[in-house]
């Protein structure tokens, strides 16, 4: 096979009229010739950093949708599955994963439970890790996000990170505002990756300190403005990850989307793509070819280097995806879970105080990081309840693999203006988490997933709907599109009950997530992230 185009090599910062040779899924020979082809031919794209289940779909469905935007690999940390079901949640997304061409790299989830403070499915210990190492399956150490436990060295976290030292596997970080002396003991310890960095000044620290920066654009967390301005002096340093991708934004794009948004902004092409293409590679020492003489034949065909409009990919040699056309086939698989929760009443719900002021979390659009505020409280018959007005609105995590009393706390900027949200896709321990304007409505949305054994729901004045996740409460059974478009009308419904967050499911699911300061909330109590204690909603 001869694909002919413009060669992008990008090793040697050059491009001209070529032709690539492709035989028995390698490539054989990379020549100059003439012809009258327009198109460009490059190495395909590589998510440094992605949970996969945060797509609601399984490995094999994602596939169908990301090699349409010239994705050929992904580094993909399985933390979420592993938070529900252990090592067999991993062995799902390696075995899942195998059975389609696009090459995903599964790594070891580092941090299950992710704390102690709140009640997770399964935990992985450091002797799971050793074994886990042993794999050749798994390519590295995935993030590292108990950094107080780094710093501090917690014995049992060293163990996990000296297991991937000593099968030569990276360990990647998760160190959102960890600065100074702390950085330098985050580092010391092996770490040489963060996609957590959220301000200009905090990676340009990192960076100078030897640490590799992952610039993140997913459904929720948008770091790509805060760092992009590094990429061209820092550009052999950098890569690009979503982290979290929901269907509907991965039906749009991937990371074809980010290059088109650097080219735009003047950044010298070979640089954007180097790190979208070629720094993945080399850092997790990716079985991933980068259009040379000899390697396996993963490459794209863009239709220019502006906007990135992908025409063809190809894995191994094969045509997986044409002008918008996905040739990866649906698997079969088995359906693996862990909910065991009753439905609760109205009154598990109720808050009972007297205090004056609460203290709220503050969600950020476009954040993981909340803030902790106060506000007056609204109690009624003793019962503390939403706010709408003020926009202070009651929320829960309620325990799904047991029966346990639902923890509460109350939230600032989702803008409910009637009924609720809710979802079973909660970072990192996925137990349920809602928000809502009424103890009622709240209790409608848990119970509808309980019934569903999980999935994401909304529950307004007139109408109740649901998409289904059964494959361990976090992904779906179904078909990359149809759960994409299910995904957006529920999307659609939050907005239209008013919420003005751009993905207020995505932002809900992050507001469980103990390892982001300030302020979270886990089934086991509201939690101060800053501290990594425990505090009480009433501000006394």
Not at 504 to 523: C, E, G, N, W
Request: net charge negative; with cysteine; glycine share 6%.
């Amino acid at each position: 096979m001869i694909v002919q185009g413009n060669i992008v090599d990008i090793l040697n910062k050059r491009i001209y009229k070529g032709e690539v040779e492709v035989e028995n899924g390698k490539i054989k020979a990379i020549r100059e010739a003439n012809h009258t082809v327009e198109n460009y031919i490059l190495p395909g794209f590589v998510d440094a950093h992605i949970h996969i289940e945060s797509s609601m779909l399984v490995p094999s469905e994602f596939a169908k949708i990301a090699v349409v935007h010239g994705t050929v690999a992904t580094v993909s940390d399985p933390h979420e599955i592993a938070n529900v079901l252990g090592v067999k949640g991993v062995d799902f997304m390696i075995e899942n994963g195998k059975k389609v061409p696009l090459k995903f790299n599964f790594g070891a989830p580092s941090c299950v439970p992710a704390t102690s403070f709140e009640s997770a499915g399964a935990v992985i210990d450091s002797d799971d890790i050793k074994k886990m190492m042993e794999n050749p399956d798994i390519k590295y150490l995935a993030e590292m996000m108990n950094y107080p436990g780094v710093i501090y060295q917690d014995e049992e976290v060293l163990k996990k990170i000296a297991w991937a030292k000593h099968y030569n596997k990276p360990v990647d970080g998760h160190a959102p505002g960890v600065r100074g002396e702390d950085l330098d003991k985050y580092i010391a310890a092996g770490i040489y990756t963060d996609h957590e960095c959220f301000t200009y000044e905090e990676a340009l620290e990192k960076l100078q300190k030897g640490m590799k920066v992952i610039i993140r654009e997913g459904s929720a967390a948008k770091n790509f403005e805060a760092l992009i301005d590094l990429l061209p002096e820092h550009y052999e340093n950098m890569m690009f990850c979503s982290d979290d991708k929901h269907p509907d934004d991965l039906l749009v794009g991937h990371l074809n989307e980010l290059c088109e948004r650097a080219i735009a902004k003047g950044i010298d092409v070979f640089k954007v793509l180097q790190a979208a293409c070629v720094n993945p590679v080399k850092h997790y020492n990716l079985d991933v070819g980068l259009l040379q003489e000899g390697d396996d034949a993963d490459f794209i065909v863009t239709e220019n280097l502006k906007n990135f409009k992908v025409l063809q990919t190809y894995i191994n040699g094969e045509l997986v995806a044409d002008k918008g056309e996905s040739f990866v086939k649906h698997v079969d698989f088995e359906v693996l879970n862990n909910f065991d929760t009753d439905k609760k009443q109205v009154a598990d719900f109720e808050f009972h105080s007297a205090s004056d002021k609460i203290r709220v979390i503050e969600a950020l659009d476009g954040e993981l990081v909340t803030n902790e505020i106060e506000v007056d409280s609204l109690i009624e018959e003793g019962n503390l309840v939403s706010n709408t007005e003020n926009d202070v609105l009651k929320m829960t995590v309620v325990n799904r693999y047991k029966n346990a009393e639902p923890s509460i706390a109350f939230i600032k900027n989702f803008g409910l203006k009637e009924g609720a949200i809710a979802s079973s896709v909660g970072h990192d321990s996925h137990n349920i988490i809602a928000v809502g304007v009424s103890d009622e409505a709240i209790c409608k949305a848990v119970n509808l997933l309980i019934e569903n054994k999980g999935g994401i729901c909304a529950v307004s004045n007139s109408e109740e709907k649901v998409v289904a996740l059964p494959v361990a409460g976090i992904m779906s059974d179904k078909p990359a599109e149809e759960i994409g478009k299910a995904y957006a009308e529920l999307d659609r419904m939050a907005k239209e009950m008013g919420s003005s967050l751009r993905a207020p499911y995505m932002t809900l699911s992050f507001m469980a997530l103990l390892v982001i300061p300030a302020l979270k909330l886990s089934d086991k109590g509201l939690f101060n992230g800053s501290t990594f204690q425990f505090t009480s909603v009433e501000v006394k």
